[in-house]
T-cell receptor
């Protein structure tokens, strides 16, 4: 079974631009979560999508948004980039389901650098 | 307040030594889940174990073992006879059942270096 894939792996943008990151979950997985990893803040939860609906949301500004498609693939968008948005963005997939916490399987991440 | 605390930021051990990584969590839920992940230098987090709050039985998997103690809110991870390939950052995580779906709270990680 193929693992979680994320594209692109590396991105360099400038302040003020916007960026879209993509995540393809493991086949059969319906939940996709996004995390931001920085040296100072560690791994922080952005949001989770399940069946094309945002099910959970972390404490990030509205510049961070996401969506999920009918095939469970997910995209994350960051508008008006700031220097502090430089981070490794990790996507995780799990089976999903209601009132069930499954283990999450992570992709390799997208390394975003904002100049 | 941090829901998951990994007080050890960095640990160095010599190959073949045993090492324990500490994890202390905080939750008011009676149903919750605990996880350990390994992040090697390549960057991809690798799932190691999942534990629910009703199962306090310790688990052993090869050189890895986990000690779950609800009385002290701890979920410690021990590597026996460490190897160089164990060098990585290890994360402990908590998920509370009150949340529909997955919202993981991660600790800040412990960077383990195994010296040959």
């Amino acid at each position: 079974k193929a693992g979680v894939t994320q594209t692109p792996r590396y991105l360099i943008k400038t302040r003020g631009q916007q960026v879209t990151l993509s995540c393809s979950p493991i086949s059969g997985h319906r939940s996709v979560s996004w995390y931001q990893q920085t040296p100072g803040q560690g791994l922080q939860f952005l949001f989770e999508y399940f069946s094309e609906t945002q099910r959970n949301k972390g404490n990030f500004p509205g510049r961070f948004s996401g969506r999920q498609f009918s095939n469970s693939r997910s995209e994350m968008n960051v508008s008006t980039l700031e220097l502090g948005d430089s981070a490794l963005y990790l996507c995780a997939s799990s089976l999903g389901g209601l009132a069930v916490t499954n283990e999450q399987f992570f992709g390799p991440g997208t390394r975003l650098t904002v100049l | 307040a941090q829901k998951v605390t990994q007080a050890q930021t960095e640990i160095s051990v010599v190959e073949k030594e045993d090492v324990t990584l500490d994890c202390v969590y905080e939750t008011r839920d009676t149903t919750y889940y605990l996880f350990w992940y390994k992040q090697p230098p390549s960057g991809e987090l690798v799932f190691l174990i999942r534990r629910n709050s009703f199962d306090e039985q310790n688990e052993i998997s090869g050189r890895y073992s986990w000690n779950f103690q609800k009385s002290t809110s701890s979920f410690n991870f021990t590597i026996t006879a460490s190897q160089v390939v164990d060098s990585a950052v290890y994360f402990c995580a908590l998920s509370e059942a009150r949340n529909t779906g997955n919202q993981f709270y991660f600790g800040t990680g412990t960077s383990l270096t195994v010296i040959p």
